[in-house]
Each structure stands twice: as C-alpha cells, then as structure tokens.
C-alpha cells in the first residue's frame, strides 16, 4: 500500500483520528460448527462490527487482537480457524457519532461458541447477536492435514458439499 510506504507512523497518536489513516485489530468471532459469526452492535457506528479497536504504538497486532478479545469479549483468544495470521485487510473510513477517519483494519478471526454467552463492553456495545453465514456463499471449511499445528489457511480445503 502507498499510505505503509508514505509513513513511519501507523498508530493512532490523537484520539479520535490522528494520523489517518491508522491500523486496528478487528477480532473476528466465528463458531465453524454452527456457520455462525457474532457481531457487536457499536455504539459510535450505529452497526453491527466485529470486536476491535486501534493498535497501541509499538505494539504487535496479534497483541491488540489478544488484547481486545480480553477487554471486549472478556475471553481468551484461541486463534486455530484460520491460523494467527489476518484473514485479510480492510481500508475503511469510519462513519457514526465520531469524526470521520481512515482504519486500516486487520482482521484476526477467532473461535467462538454459539451456544456460549458473550459480554460485551457496555461503553462499546449496546447489544449483540449472532449471524448465519449463508452456506450457498460460505463453503465448509475441512481439514487436509492431521498435523494440528496447520492452523492457516492453505491448511483448510473448501468442501462445497454437505452441509
């Protein structure tokens, strides 16, 4: 990206917004089992988003994913759907009761339990709900290797049948 090559700087400094852009941790609950992912109703959005927040200076991202699922879902992360690495990266620009910025979010998807409540952080939250994922769009994930440590991506082959 431009904006990584442009700056030595990508933490926010200033509260709400300065420098934009800047990166955040988004932290991705998702129940494999039940096709399921859970989303938090944010307060200063007004939408449905996943837990998360902005990136500490000097810290690693894994670390504000951890981080947050702690402050915001009050659990430990276990990181094995995917693997620990992001699942992708977004570059939005925020929208709601704040002034308007740009996040570079990467977005850590976690394991999560449907049947499982979550607390969320009333400052943050104001409610939250789980959603089907559409199996027409969504293919299963199934594992090709019993090497437990392949928690990445490559290590899931997509099963578009069965459900």
């Not at 509260?15 to 989303?39: E, G």
């Not at 991202?61 to 620990?84: K, N, Q, Y």
């Not at 979550?118 to 019993?146: K, Q």
């Amino acid at each position: 990206m431009e904006w990584l090559e442009s700056t030595d700087d990508v933490f926010r400094r200033i509260k709400p917004a300065t420098p934009s852009p800047h990166l955040v941790s988004y932290v991705v609950l998702i129940d494999p089992h039940a096709r399921a992912i859970f989303l938090g109703l944010h307060r200063l959005a007004g939408l449905h988003l996943p837990m998360g927040g902005h990136i500490e200076p000097g810290e690693h991202p894994l670390t504000a994913a951890h981080r947050e699922a702690s402050e915001e879902l009050g659990i430990t992360p276990t990181f094995d759907v995917v693997g620990e690495h992001p699942l992708f990266l977004t570059r939005t620009t925020t929208v709601g009761h704040m002034e308007r910025h740009v996040d570079v979010s990467l977005w850590f998807v976690v394991r999560g339990d449907r049947t499982r409540q979550y607390r969320l952080a009333p400052e943050e939250f104001d409610g939250s709900r789980w959603w089907d994922l559409d199996p027409a769009t969504c293919p299963r994930p199934t594992r090709t290797s019993r090497d437990s440590s392949a928690n990445s991506a490559a290590s899931f082959e997509w099963d578009q049948t069965g459900w």
